[in-house]
């Protein structure tokens, strides 16, 4: 069904042999083959207050354009992305583009390389893309993106070497806003909860995170409602997941199936075939499958809480549609880990000259909330990492606490040193409570840029560095609540 290029039957797929509910249509991806650089029309992301529906309720949130998750971008390697934002939101917002080498001018990094865009206001985002692969786009101020502030983003490859008849995107997130309260509500009771609280609902739950959420989605659909990916039997899909949650990490399996791990974070690995793989919160992984014929339950259960998120994927119009709470066995069967990935050669980077270690920590605040320093500061008074332009340095990053901390490094897409052969290329790496793991990054992208814990929580108790070279800083780094 394929070329070598994987187009001529997403071409088929593309001329309405299958109308999939709740997928991201290819019909972009044919648009733009064969050129290497399309430079699409400005599009409109519009951040405002909206209504949206989850499990039959109608729930009070802010989004992009309306829907959620936002609408999907798609763009070529090498190509440029045009995006105005609207600020109908009562508060100031930025868009940030998670995972690409972008100019920091257009980053969305509040405090470090722009300022917040006013209620009222626009701001157009123009970069280029370098780099194909999966990324989503989320508001970098304060606990916005725990609301509706998310969505995908995707770059396409021209030269695709990936053999695949058709893909979908399946983007999970966990829901409370509007729900139980609003996400800022959670950050001030959290701050306030004696840490004794949170430690023992981890050593009960073993949890990825400290909130227990109402709904846990894909694609902003509850599993009373799921999203359904409408497929073929023997057909090989591409499944795009993009962990856009604030404090879950999610462990993902799709019934009757093994996944072939194909990307990690964007960037191609070694395929490597698993029953299930743990997605922290920014990380995302690239599958393929050969799916069978029947109706299959995606799986994705909230690591260490109770809930998980479901989408159904169907080949035949018969099967029954399985149960969201059914038993999937490949959910505790081989599970990725960073030491079975490996980063293609091309994408290997060549050794550190230097190695600094970063310890990941909690304090107890003096009214009994929780902060998580870095090296013992916080990202009002920062820890600064200094590189030099060209130079290639090692991060080791060690977790001193009982919680998870998923670090993510803006404007870079670092190596983790799983093994002593090497390990996938990354731009967020989960670090497991008292562990430690090594990252490179390559300074190629000069800028001041955020490194930080994607749990929005901790991010929002101070949990938040800077990488910095090739140019000053412009100001210091203010707290972006
Ligand atoms: Cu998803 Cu600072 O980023
Ligand atoms: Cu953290």
């Not at 072939?260 to 922290?280: E, L």
């Not at 030099?388 to 080791?396: A, K, L, P, Q, S």
Request: hydrophobic letters at 35%.
């Amino acid at each position: 069904m394929t070329d070598s290029r994987g187009t001529v039957s997403r071409r088929l797929f593309v001329s309405g042999m299958f109308a999939a509910l709740g997928t991201v249509p290819v019909a972009a991806a044919a648009a733009s083959e064969g050129t290497a650089a399309v430079a699409p029309a400005r599009r409109v992301l519009r951040a405002a207050p909206a209504t949206v529906s989850l499990g039959g309720q109608e729930v009070s949130t802010w989004a992009y354009d309306g829907v959620l998750p936002g609408p999907t971008i798609r763009a070529t390697a090498g190509g440029t992305v045009r995006a105005r934002l609207v600020n109908d939101l009562p508060a100031p917002t930025t868009v940030h583009w998670h995972g690409i080498r972008i100019v920091p001018e257009m980053d969305g990094a509040p405090g470090f390389s722009q300022r917040p865009t006013k209620p009222g206001g626009t701001f157009d985002y123009v970069f280029t893309v370098p780099d194909p692969g999966t990324y989503f786009y989320h508001s970098h101020v304060g606990m916005q993106s725990d609301r509706g502030l998310y969505g995908p983003l995707i770059v396409e490859d021209p030269h695709e070497p990936l053999r695949y008849d058709q893909e979908f995107t399946v983007l999970l997130d966990d829901w409370q806003d509007g729900v139980k309260g609003t996400p800022d509500d959670t950050l001030s009771a959290l701050s306030t909860t004696p840490h004794d609280d949170t430690l023992s609902s981890h050593v009960l739950g073993g949890t990825s995170g400290h909130v227990r959420y109402p709904y846990y989605l894909v694609n902003g659909r509850t599993a009373d409602e799921p999203t359904v990916f409408l497929s073929r039997p023997r057909v090989r899909a591409r499944f795009r997941v993009i962990n856009a949650a604030a404090d879950t990490a999610f462990r993902v399996a799709l019934g009757g199936h093994r996944l072939t791990i194909t990307h990690t974070d964007g960037f191609p690995c070694k395929p490597v075939t698993v029953d299930t793989v743990v997605v922290g919160m920014g990380e995302r992984y690239d599958f393929v499958v050969t799916l069978d014929a029947g109706a299959f339950p995606l799986i994705a259960m909230a690591e260490g809480k109770s809930g998980r998120a479901f989408a159904v994927v169907r080949t035949t119009p018969v099967a029954r549609t399985p149960s969201p709470d059914g038993e999937v066995p490949e959910l505790q069967r081989k599970q990725l880990s960073y030491d079975d990935l490996q980063a293609r050669r091309s994408h290997q980077l060549r050794p550190p000259s230097r190695t600094v270690t970063v310890t990941l920590g909690w304090r107890q605040r003096a009214d009994g909330g929780s902060e998580w320093p870095l090296n013992g500061r916080l990202a009002d008074d920062p820890l600064r990492l200094r590189v030099e332009r060209g130079e290639t340095i090692r991060i080791v990053l060690h977790n001193d606490t009982h919680m998870w901390h998923p670090m993510h490094l803006h404007g870079h897409t670092f190596q983790v040193r799983a093994t002593e052969r090497g390990g996938p290329r990354k731009d967020t790496v989960n670090v497991m409570p008292y562990k430690r793991i090594s990252i490179d990054v390559h300074a190629d992208n000069p800028g001041e840029w955020m490194f930080h814990c994607h749990n929005l929580y901790h991010q929002e108790q101070g949990m938040m560095g800077v990488l910095g070279y090739g140019k000053p800083p412009r100001r210091k780094h203010v707290m972006t609540h």
